[in-house]
C-alpha cells in the first residue's frame, strides 16, 4: 500500500514540475507580447502560404510554414467551439486573415521584431499579427495555439469589458494541449504547497511585472486550473455566458451568479468547489 501511494505522489511530483516549466517559458512569451507591441517586418522577398483564416509569409523552406499554415486552421477551429465563440460571417477571412510572419533564422526574427536573446515568438492583438522563425521550439504546439487563443478570444470580449487577466491567460493555455492535461496536477501541487491565491487576489492581478517568480508561477498554474474545472464540470455554453457578461462590464462576481446561477454564486464559491474538485480527483488513494 505504502508503494502504491509513494509511486502515485512521485508520479504527479514529476508532472507538476514539467508544468513549472513549461509555465515559465510561456510567462517569457507572455512578456514579449505585451511589452514589444510595435515590430517592423523587414523583408522584400516574402512568400505566401494561405488558408482559410491565416496567411503565413515565409521566405526559404517551405516546409515547416506549411506545418504553421496546417495547425493554425485546426487551431482555429478547436479554439472558436472549445470557448463556445460564434463566430460571423466571414470571421478571419479574406483581407481580414491574421497574418503570420516566419523569419528563416533567430536572427532574422530578433532583428525585424526588437525580441530578446530568450524570445522565440511575438503577437500584436490588435493588429492580429505573429512572429516566429524557422522550427521554433515549441511554436507549433505552444506559442501558436496559445496566441491564436488569444486573438479569438479577444475577438469576442474585446479590449474594454471586465474581463480579469487569469481568465484571459487561464483559456490561452487551456488550448495548449500539454499544458491541458497537467493542470489538475498543477493545482494539486498549489494545495498540497498552500500557494493557492484566493480568487479574489487573483482577480484583481492584472500586472505581473512586480510579482515573483513565485507568484507569477502560482497565477499561471491556477489560471489554467480555473478555466479547466469551469469547462469540464459546467460545459463551453456556461463559459461563453460569463465571458458574455464580462464583456458587457459586469464584475466578476455579477457574472459568475448570472452564469452559473444554481451551482456558484461568487468567486468565494468558485474556489471552494474547485479546490474540492482538484483534492478529490488527485489525492492519492489508499491501495
Known sequence: MTKGVTKVKRL???????????ICVTF??????VTFKTFFVYADDWKEE????FIVYYQGDQKFPKDVSRQSEVYY????NDIGYPRYSNFWQWDNRVKIYVYPSKTEFQKASNQPEWSNGMADY?????????????????????EITH????DFVGFKGQVPLWIDEGVAQWEEPKKRAMAGAAAYY????????????LTVMNNLRNKSDEEVQSFYMQSVSLIDYLIKNYGAQSFTALCRQLRDGKKLNEALSFSYSTVIKDIDQLQDKWMRSVMEEFRPKAE
Open 77 to 80: 477551429n478547436q479554439i472558436a
Open 151 to 154: 486573438l479569438v478570444f479577444r
Open 50 to 53: 494561405k488558408g482559410d483564416h
Open 28 to 33: 517569457v512569451t507572455f512578456i514579449a507580447c
Open 12 to 22: 504527479k511530483s514529476l508532472k507538476v514540475k514539467k508544468l513549472t516549466f513549461i
Open 126 to 146: 490588435t493588429a492580429k499579427r505573429i512572429l516566429t522563425y524557422s522550427w521554433s521550439k515549441g511554436f507549433l504546439d505552444g506559442l501558436l495555439p496559445h
Open 190 to 201: 498549489l494545495i498540497q504547497q498552500q500557494k493557492v491565491i484566493p480568487v479574489g487576489d
